[in-house]
């Protein structure tokens, strides 16, 4: 079945477009008529003006009271009135006697008959303008008594025809006319200069396409979980959704607001500032870890950039955790290798016949590991803790580092409140036994050694290192995003782990300094508050 095509609706830009030529249209038609009008008006008026002028002229002329009052008057007064309407430019001058019978007259047949007109005002003394239709047509005349000594002796009639006086409005007319088309023509060009654009900034879309866009333009802006943040081209926030307030911890009316007015981390602002795109970068915040990608949006102009955030806290965790399982399982394939290494020692002692010599090896490798995690688990009776040490001890081990775990260190199992996840420490103190294996590896004698025990003021966390240490100058630098002694692009995973143990320590409420330590070194120290801390000696329980 065929279904007829329906047209698709003018857009909005050419609705605007038509409306504003009809209401132009309108408008100087309309004032075109007004002036027309008014200007007609006045022309009769100057007409009515010019033709008393003239009739009074004529009546106060003492040669045409000579005349009147001499025989013959029409004899006498024709020519004279003939000379006065060629110089005067008006199409009749009609001289007559008080009856209103003609003396004069353009048309010589019409002298001798009845004027055609009123004259009762005149006959009584009065001067008058009126339209009337005579024998010369449809005119504007004016009538006016000829006085001699207070005794009216005759009368004057001067006009002018309506048609000479459309006439005279041509020109004006045409002028009129000339300015509406020009007003016309101009609103014209305005009006669809300024469509065109509106039309460009609209893509040609109608009202109702508009209205659909916006109403799916609020419904995606809310049903995404991920930041979206937009900004001008002054870098103002333009537009942002819930999920980019929560990530980034805008709080109240941000819209209008700069970027740099909305108090983050001075690396975050910079890259909302840049004018450069940036792909996954990572930043910290207060509570998070976000993945920032930026996009200017242009358009013959910069008009703005397009921001979107992603919360990767719960996923840099997990990948913290990843790479120490990683780490683990490389240390584990280590020592299998070395187990299997030792095995081999050990069958062919026993297969030499020296079976005492075997057992002697056997138990000192058995003897050295236990040793380690009985330390640690004694120490340490909180398993988390507990398993990290162990498994930073292995990667230690392979990487030629040595980790001693301080003989003062003391966590019971339960002191860790609900406040502070597992997870948190694992965060604090796994970076930084990373950063201090980093440090060490490769130095004499090198060693980590970690501290963590309880005290009056809560848990105390140390990490030392046989490295070359930190500049004093490069403390605060440290824990910024980015920063390591090591060559990086800044987009690498490096200088990311000390930023990290900063934000976790700060959102626990605890501190977090940088010293030289006795090995010359460096040492980091947190302190985290622990509900209920108070009065017991260190190393003790709380």
């Known amino acids: 079945m065929f279904t007829p095509r329906l047209p698709r609706p003018r857009s909005l830009a050419g609705q605007l477009f038509a409306m504003q030529a009809v209401l132009i249209a309108v408008l100087v038609a309309g004032y075109a008529l007004f002036t027309y009008v008014g200007d007609r008006g006045q022309a009769r008026e100057a007409a009515g003006r010019q033709a008393m002028a003239v009739a009074r002229s004529v009546a106060d002329a003492p040669s045409v009271r000579q005349a009147v009052a001499g025989g013959d008057p029409a004899a006498r007064l024709e020519p004279y009135a003939l000379r006065v309407q060629d110089d005067t430019g008006v199409d009749f001058v009609t001289i007559m006697d008080p009856d209103g019978i003609r003396w004069t007259h353009p048309d010589r047949d019409q002298i001798g008959r009845r004027f055609l007109g009123h004259i009762r005002p005149a006959q009584h003394g009065g001067s008058f303008t009126e339209t009337y239709t005579g024998t010369l047509g449809p005119s504007v005349r004016a009538v006016t008594p000829i006085e001699d000594g207070g ?4 009368l004057v009639s001067a006009g002018i025809k309506v048609e000479s006086i459309s006439a005279r409005l041509q020109d004006q007319v045409s ?3 000339g300015v509406a088309a020009g007003a016309l023509a101009l609103g014209a060009i305005g009006t669809y200069v300024v469509n065109a654009r509106l039309r460009r900034s609209t893509h040609g879309m109608n009202a109702a396409e508009l209205s659909r866009m916006h109403d799916y333009h609020q419904a995606a802006l809310h049903a995404v979980r991920e930041g979206l943040l937009m900004l001008d081209g002054q870098f103002r926030v333009a537009l942002i959704n819930d999920g980019g307030r929560e990530l980034l911890g805008a709080r109240g009316d941000v819209v209008g607001r700069s970027v740099a007015e909305l108090g983050l981390p001075a690396p975050l602002t910079g890259a909302l500032l840049s004018r450069e795109p940036r792909v996954d970068e990572v930043h910290l915040t207060a509570t998070g870890v976000l993945v920032v990608n930026t996009s200017p949006v242009r358009g013959g102009e910069r008009r703005g950039t397009v921001v979107t955030l992603r919360d990767v806290t719960e996923l840099q965790a997990l990948t913290g955790e990843l790479d120490s399982e990683r780490g683990f399982t490389q240390a584990l394939r280590s020592q299998a290798h070395e187990a299997a290494n030792r095995l081999h020692t050990v069958v062919s002692l026993i297969e030499l016949g020296r079976a005492e010599e075997a057992a002697d090896f056997a138990t000192a490798e058995l003897e050295l590991a236990q040793a380690l995690t009985d330390q640690v688990v004694a120490a340490v009776d909180e398993p988390v803790l507990a398993a990290l040490l162990l498994g930073k001890a292995a990667q230690a081990n392979e990487r030629g580092v040595e980790l001693v775990v301080a003989t003062d260190t003391r966590v019971d199992d339960g002191l860790l409140p609900p406040s502070l996840p597992a997870r948190d420490l694992v965060t604090i103190l796994g970076n930084l036994i990373d950063n201090a294996m980093d440090a060490a590896q490769g130095s004499t004698g090198a060693r980590v050694t970690v501290t963590a025990r309880t005290d009056g003021a809560g848990l105390r966390l140390l990490v030392a290192d046989t490295g070359a240490g ?23 995973g490096r200088g990311l782990g000390l930023a990290l ?7 626990n409420e605890g501190e977090l300094r940088v010293a030289r330590g006795d090995g010359g070194g460096a040492e980091f120290e947190v302190r985290l ?12 329980a709380l």
């Open 151 to 154: 005794r009216i002796i005759g």
């Open 501 to 507: 143990v900063r934000q976790t320590v700060r959102r």
């Open 529 to 540: 508050p622990l509900p209920g801390a108070g009065g017991t000696e260190p190393g003790g």
């Open 175 to 177: 002028a009129l006319i």
């Open 470 to 492: 930190v500049d004093p100058a490069h403390r605060e630098a440290v824990f910024e995003r980015g920063w390591s002694t090591k060559r990086t692009d800044g987009s690498s």
